[in-house]
């Protein structure tokens, strides 16, 4: 049997710094910590053979790629929890006052050049939390499968909402179940005309694809990572499945071999 290309992503956000302050009597203890949201993710990824780099949120602004050669080292690139400003503000133009490329207008010409982008819901996603994240109206938008909305767009469902798939046959969604295990949020979006949408969450967009150019794009509007996606969810088996199928889907490698990148796909 012949071995199917590796898919290498480049995962952008998913970590954050937590400071703390622990007053103990009379005496303060401060302390910090780098927690790491995508690492159930990460492993479940691994598992299934796709080759992830993950560059943390605060290394987001200076190291995330400035160059469409850059960008296309990698198949797929995946934003998650990470807000538009950390994209748009490199150390150069936020603390020197100097040009740099805009990476929201870089991701949306790699895509249309053949790319492939997915975004996953969180508080720093789509619009966002008192819409920090503040993709509404900008380059990445224009080439998701669903329009943003202005304000915070976030859904908390605390009781857990059962998501439903809409499409049997696309490849991100083949071999999964109708309904899957609970989530505790998502972001609501409105459907491109032209997107194909593949699950939904109340009644909502869950999961939508796009082709764009010579690319490909994935919403997922919830998240990969607590609190949005419990333990019920990132136990299931079809947890690991369901983002390797997107992230094969949008790297074009469902048919395509070793030796070969972004080859034909069937249902897409």
């Known amino acids: 049997m012949k071995e199917r290309a590796v898919v290498k992503v480049l995962l952008a956000g998913e970590s ?24 159930r993710l990460l492993e479940a990824l691994t598992a299934e053979g796709i080759d992830v780099t993950h560059l943390r949120s605060h290394d987001v602004a200076e190291f995330f790629p400035q160059t469409i050669a850059e960008l296309s080292a990698y198949d797929v690139v995946l ?14 133009t ?69 998501p439903e798939r809409t499409d049997a046959a696309h490849p991100c969604v083949k071999g999964l ?13 409105t459907l491109k005309p032209d997107s194909r949408l593949l699950a939904t969450i109340e009644g909502e967009v869950l999961l939508a694809t796009r082709r764009v150019g010579a690319g490909r794009t994935v919403a997922f509007t919830s998240d990969i990572s607590p ?7 990132m136990a299931w088996d079809g947890y690991g499945r369901l983002f390797a199928q997107c992230l094969r889907w949008l790297a074009a490698d469902t048919t395509a071999l070793v030796g070969g990148r972004h080859g034909n796909t069937e249902n897409e």
């Open 227 to 233: 609190h949005w996606a419990p333990e019920e969810f």
């Open 79 to 92: 934003l998650s929890d990470v807000g538009s400003n950390t994209l748009l503000l490199h150390p150069d």
């Open 177 to 189: 179940p109708q309904r899957w295990p609970i989530l505790l949020g998502y972001q609501r979006t």
């Open 94 to 162: 936020f603390h020197g006052g100097r040009p740099t490329p805009n990476r929201l207008k870089l991701l949306r010409e790699w895509v249309h050049g053949g790319g492939g982008l997915m975004m996953a819901g969180g508080y720093l996603s789509f619009q966002g939390f008192e819409g920090k994240a503040s993709y509404h109206r900008t380059a990445v938008e224009e080439i998701l499968p669903v329009d943003i909305e202005s304000t915070d767009d976030r859904v908390e469902t605390p009781e857990g909402i059962t």
């Open 16 to 39: 954050w710094v937590s400071a703390t302050i622990d007053h103990k009597g009379y005496d303060p203890f401060a302390h910090t910590q780098v927690e790491i949201g995508c690492a």
